[in-house]
């Protein structure tokens, strides 16, 4: 009778055979036969099942295979053309056939430390609200809002930034700025020149909002994974709330914290539309964080569909694989500390 | 006592600054919504929907042809990346859950979900747009099924990984083959939960630009062919922002605002799918 209970998975067919079990008969081989016939079938569909799902858990490698092929193919007039004066070379002439990916990569680091400057301590403060100071009812929306911030569209933050976030630090807050640190040695030639509103500053700033909820969601859950035994035997020896959290909750999700942070930078470092809206795309290096520069990101979103010539596409092919490598490192390292973090609190 | 007083100063001023934190967190979040839904909402009418996009310079004009080229590059990549994200997700939870294989996947997957999707931008014009010699949507929709990709590898395995074996182990006693086991009750139970990751998916994709840039380009005008370029909002959004033109750049606030609009409405979706889901 055990064979009804496959339902629709059986031909009418397959029902008789269950019948025969049932009822015996004279013609039980018959049916034993058809049976065999039943689970061959199950075995084939089995097999082949497994198969299918085994060829698409592949498909998962060779696609990251396949984007390292394929950027190093892209890439490698570039490479043979330049060798290695492409990482030390400023120049970036479409016109001479001269490109150098110093700016571009100069640009990517620094919007991404003003980035995680900013976004770091925000996102711990927030996390640190949202599991210790937080009443129960509040945590919930507080939280859904944070999470929102990381749902919106990049392009969003940077047509917000373009129009609305850009020209208001540059009519309020830079000109302040530069006469603030006009007098400060080495600061002044950091907030020098005049107020374009679109820079390397507008963009760092940029980054850091969509940074935020991504290191604030995991400081939270590491946060979450901290005994309450350890919190309290604080607590009664006399610990203020705030000798709590930096002696017992930070050293102890130290290595998750991390993990949180290098998510927050793999982001950083290759977020592309809200760079390219705000940066001002300009291949040179200045002192002043106020100045117009670039990115890899941005570079590429900006000059590949014009880009002619095959030397031009193989340079930006190559910095979109110098942008993959980085990232790679920077999220495997994100993982391997989360990664060790669950074992060690046996989620 | 002037100890005390002192460590209780110092842990008021730090837990302040955590306030402030937050404060600043939900600013953040309350001007760009603010600003968005105040400039978008001008330009909102009938002919968004129903018009092309309008030469420069010129008055009136849609996203007409922008939305359809959304809704059909999102479609594909979500049919083309969801069923190959499913079943990997499936060997993952199910045949492979303790072989060597299923972790270098799950790290694999981990980094291709944050990687920069630009980069994938790049490699689909390497493999597709520079063999067949030109842009088309069809490069486009694979763009974004190789974003999808991992975000239901993910939310699958995930998913799988909470059904109770107790599930698995009466539907096998009663003599099911192993892929009738999964199909019917191992992805019933966790249903709810890989479908919140498809919703989380397409919210994903719907407002990439990056990828699309170079692969599917841009169209001015409406084309269902899903050989040729094909226009999308985030693109003609990109494109008339950076524009000095009034009525371009009132379009782009427009389809900045549909964006968001439909991105929060599959984030509140899947939000209360995924609680609905838990309570039961």
Known sequence: MWLYGLGSQLSPRDGAVAKNLAFGGGRAQQAEIRLASVLARFKFRDSAFRFLTLACAWAVLLLLGGVIVSLIMGALPSIRAFGASFYTSEAWNPVTGKFGALAPVYGTIVTSAIAMTIAVPSAFGIAIFLTELCPFWLRKPIGIAIELLAGIPSIIYGIWGLFVFAPFLQQHIQPQLIAFFANVPILSSLFAGPPYGIGVLTAGIILSIMVLPIVTSISRDVFETVPAVLKEAAFGVGCTTWEVVRSIIVPYTSGGLLGGVMLGLGRALGETMAVTFVIGNAHKIASSILAPGTTISATIANEFTEAVGGLYTSALIQLGLILFVVTFIVLAISRYMLMRLRVKGGL | ?280
């Open chain 2, 1 to 280: 006592m002037k100890l005390y007083a002192r460590r209780r100063r110092q842990s008021k001023f730090f837990l302040g600054l955590s306030y402030v934190a937050v404060a600043i967190g939900l600013g953040w979040l309350a001007l760009i919504l603010g600003t968005l839904f105040f400039n978008g909402f001008q330009g909102l009418s009938g002919a968004v929907f129903t018009q092309m996009t309008p030469p420069p310079g010129s008055g009136g004009g849609g996203l007409a042809n922008a939305i359809t080229g959304s809704l059909i590059m999102t479609a594909l990549g979500i049919a083309i990346g969801t069923p190959v994200g499913l079943l990997a997700g499936t060997y993952m939870a199910e045949y492979g859950r303790y072989t060597k294989l299923t972790v270098l996947i799950r790290l694999i997957n981990d980094i291709l979900l944050s990687a920069p999707s630009i980069v994938i931008g790049l490699f689909i014009y390497q493999v597709m747009v520079v063999k067949m010699g030109h842009f088309s949507a069809i490069a486009g929709a694979m763009a974004l099924a190789v974003i999808v990709l991992p975000v239901v590898v993910r939310a699958t395995e995930d998913m799988l990984l909470l059904v109770p074996d107790s599930l698995r182990e009466a539907a096998s006693a009663l003599g099911l083959a192993r892929s009738i086991m999964i199909g019917k009750v191992a992805y019933r139970a966790a249903r709810a939960g890989i479908i919140t990751g498809v919703l989380l998916a397409i919210a994903r994709i719907s407002g990439e630009t990056a990828p699309l840039l170079f692969t599917a380009l841009n169209n001015q005008f409406f084309t269902t062919d899903l050989n040729q370029p094909m226009a999308s909002l985030p693109t003609v959004i990109f494109q008339f922002a950076m524009s000095p033109y009034k009525e371009w750049q009132q379009l782009a606030w427009t389809g900045a605002l549909l964006i968001t609009l439909a991105v929060l409405a599959l984030s509140i979706t899947a939000r209360a799918l995924h609680n609905q889901g838990a309570t039961k």
